[in-house]
């Protein structure tokens, strides 16, 4: 058997020879991962339902009740060509009549013999607009067209959503960073004390004329299997955590295809890196 | 085939050796006698090239320790079988796995590996109990699985640093009784030791070693 493949056997024979410590590097991985995943998962989909609460934060543009046909549609076509608009959607006053008897049940027609509600755009803006100053002076390019009664939007939900989204987006980065240098660091400490311990193993390795390589390897190999079975363990964990949260909120989380497998590639990528970190530091001649 | 010349390796705290001169030819037999901390586990660090000399030279076969990068150094120590008074087995493997990791760190094929293996267990009288772990052999036993591991390579010279240090006078004189046959088909055997009594039964060369210093 040549020295390669002996040495991946040893890898492999070191899982199974020192169970205990496997198990441990295993769940250290796997509760790391677990941990990362779910604010993985978490962070993504916060941003998603941010974006699609901004998405549905539009203005109302109310046109002059005078304004009749061809001077509607030219108002339109201003909106349209106003920077920052990306939908324009026009609701007539007949429109705005059924909604209001969707909503209350009341005909305004028979309760006023007339119908009151003006005419009215609904406007979205583009995905870069939708900040409180941006919006702000979109609605006042708006209020300037002529024809326009009044521009009506949540400007105080503009003011929260981007005081908050601010604060979440930086909570999100720095807690981020603390949970992957946190993971790395137990992990990575996890993995040098289980190969401290065998610092007697390696230095018999080193006497019997194994090179650094050869005795790199095993460990090299032991460290991607616990770190790829804690990784599948997270995936498992995760994937139960996701199922759960389905039941309780379908379309709450929406995940991207490699988000599974990248968990799995982080825990091998974790256990390769930790060992070789570790066995490092017992190699120098 | 082992040369220190003016070897000087000094470790923080005053202790190792200086001025140690020493030769062993091929085949031969030397014992490297002194008390506790002579200096005789330096002297043999520096042979298998664990220490460095900050002055002199240390010449092992083709090895010069002031030209040998440190990448060489594990196939110097493919020519040197090592011994040691605390044996140094792997716990987890037993004895014949304990022999044979000494060849395939070398990368040997696994049939020339069984073959060699067999026949140095035959050679050291333990082939009957290849399948034990060390804690399930006694004290003589687990030096004898040590001196196996270390011939196994088939090495030009074998270092013993106390080899009988942990043992009764019997047992160690049985070991001593292996190391000269061993001696006695080509190997040569530098052997440290404090134990005056067993080196002059033996009518060995000896090298004595005090302070730091050859003699």
């Known amino acids: 058997m040549s020295g390669f493949w002996c040495s991946i056997r040893e890898g492999i024979e070191g899982f199974r020879r020192a169970p205990f410590s496997s198990f441990v590097s295993l769940s250290t991985v796997a509760l790391a991962l677990t941990l990362l995943g779910a604010f993985a998962a978490v962070s993504l989909n916060l941003n998603r339902l941010a974006a699609a609460l901004q998405q549905r934060m539009t203005f109302e543009v109310f046109v002059d009740d005078a304004l009749e046909g061809a001077a509607i549609a030219d108002l339109e076509r201003q909106i349209r060509a106003t920077p920052g608009v990306a939908k324009v959607e026009f609701v007539s006053k007949e429109a705005a009549a059924?909604?209001?008897?969707?909503?209350?049940?009341?005909?305004?027609?028979?309760?006023?013999?007339?119908?009151?509600?003006?005419?009215?755009?609904?406007?979205?803006?583009?995905?870069?607009?939708?900040?409180?100053?941006?919006?702000?002076?979109?609605?006042?390019?708006?209020?300037?067209?002529?024809?326009?009664?009044?521009?009506?939007?949540?400007?105080?939900?503009?003011?929260?959503?981007?005081?908050?989204?601010?604060?979440?987006?930086?909570?999100?980065?720095?807690?981020?960073?603390?949970?992957?240098?946190?993971?790395?660091?137990?992990?990575?400490?996890?993995?040098?004390?289980?190969?401290?311990?065998?610092?007697?193993?390696?230095?018999?390795?080193?006497?019997?004329?194994?090179?650094?390589?050869?005795i790199r390897r095993p460990f090299l190999v032991e460290g991607m299997l616990q770190g790829g079975a804690g990784g599948a363990l997270a995936v498992f964990f995760l994937w139960v955590l996701v199922r759960l949260a389905s039941v309780e909120a379908p379309h709450l989380l929406v995940l991207p295809d490699l988000f599974f497998p990248s968990i799995l590639a982080a825990g091998i990528l974790l256990g390769w890196m930790g060992s070789f970190v570790a066995v490092r530091r017992l190699l120098k001649y | 085939m082992i040369h220190l010349r003016d070897v000087r390796m000094l470790y923080p705290d005053g202790g190792g050796v200086e001025c140690v001169n020493l030769d062993v030819h091929p085949g031969e037999f030397v014992f490297l006698v002194g008390p506790s901390g002579a200096g005789k586990t330096t002297v043999l660090k520096l042979i298998y090239m664990e220490e460095r000399p900050q002055q002199g030279v240390v010449k092992v076969h083709q090895y010069d320790s002031s030209r040998i990068k440190r990448r060489e150094i594990p196939y110097l120590r493919r020519l040197?079988?090592?011994?040691?008074?605390?044996?140094?087995?792997?716990?987890?493997?037993?004895?014949?796995?304990?022999?044979?990791?000494?060849?395939?760190?070398?990368?040997?094929?696994?049939?020339?590996?069984?073959?060699?293996?067999?026949?140095?267990?035959?050679?050291?009288?333990?082939?009957?109990?290849?399948?034990?772990?060390?804690?399930?052999?006694?004290?003589?036993?687990?030096?004898?699985?040590?001196?196996?591991?270390?011939?196994?390579?088939?090495?030009?010279?074998?270092?013993?640093?106390?080899?009988?240090?942990?043992?009764?006078?019997?047992?160690?004189?049985?070991?001593?009784?292996?190391?000269?046959?061993?001696?006695?088909?080509?190997?040569?055997?530098l052997m440290a030791t404090h134990n005056y009594a067993l080196v002059e039964r033996a009518g060995k060369r000896i090298v004595r070693i005090d302070g730091g210093r050859t003699l």
Request: hydrophobic content about 50%.
């Open chain 2, 80 to 189: 040197l079988g090592i011994v040691f008074q605390d044996f140094r087995l792997l716990p987890d493997r037993d004895v014949f796995e304990n022999v044979a990791f000494a060849l395939r760190v070398t990368g040997a094929k696994r049939k020339e590996i069984k073959r060699k293996v067999l026949r140095v267990l035959a050679e050291v009288g333990l082939s009957h109990k290849r399948h034990r772990m060390p804690h399930e052999l006694s004290g003589g036993e687990q030096q004898r699985v040590a001196i196996a591991r270390a011939l196994v390579n088939e090495p030009l010279a074998l270092l013993a640093d106390e080899p009988t240090g942990n043992l009764d006078p019997d047992t160690a004189r049985g070991v001593l009784e292996l190391l000269e046959k061993i001696n006695l088909k080509g190997t040569a055997v």
């Open chain 1, 98 to 214: 059924r909604a209001i008897k969707e909503e209350f049940g009341d005909d305004v027609l028979e309760i006023l013999g007339e119908n009151p509600l003006p005419a009215s755009f609904r406007v979205a803006l583009t995905a870069n607009s939708r900040s409180a100053p941006v919006a702000e002076s979109v609605a006042a390019k708006l209020r300037a067209l002529k024809g326009v009664s009044e521009v009506v939007y949540r400007a105080e939900l503009f003011r929260l959503l981007d005081r908050y989204l601010q604060l979440a987006i930086t909570v999100d980065v720095v807690v981020g960073i603390a949970l992957v240098l946190g993971s790395i660091f137990v992990v990575f400490n996890t993995i040098r004390l289980i190969i401290h311990a065998k610092r007697q193993i390696i230095g018999t390795m080193k006497l019997v004329g194994a090179t650094p390589g050869f």
